[in-house]
């Protein structure tokens, strides 16, 4: 079984920055590919970022170029760097563990607010 903890969510202006932290407890956690989702209000569950524990990463159109994902697999531990952020990045973020195999499990975070505005 997988615990996940995200933290680093606040609030933040227009083009500014955070980095939101997600640390894993397991001892299999390299055999999950680690997702960041983010919801809005009154808006579906969305894929912002995936990492691969050999590094691979793939972003939603939505924030590439702006949000890096990077994975510290000795502190299971991921994390989402995200630059200028616009308003529209307002959500919810969590973090979810996905098992490379059916019998892993799916797990997910308790999320963490992201606030952007003026």
């Known amino acids: 079984q997988v615990q996940l903890v995200e933290s680093g969510g606040g609030l933040v202006q227009p083009g500014g920055s955070l980095r939101l932290t997600c640390v894993g407890s397991?001892?299999?956690?390299?055999?999950?590919?680690i997702n960041w989702y983010r919801q809005a209000p009154g808006k579906q569950r969305e894929l912002v970022a995936l990492i691969t524990y050999g590094g691979g990463a793939n972003y939603a159109d939505s924030v590439k170029s702006r949000f890096t994902i990077s994975r510290d697999n000795a502190k299971n531990t991921v994390y989402l760097q995200m630059n200028s952020l616009k308003p529209e990045d307002t959500a919810v973020y969590y973090c979810n563990a996905h098992g490379l195999v059916p019998s892993l499990g799916d797990y997910w975070g308790q999320g963490t607010q992201v606030t952007v505005s003026s």
């Open positions: 397991g001892s299999m956690f390299s055999s999950y590919v």
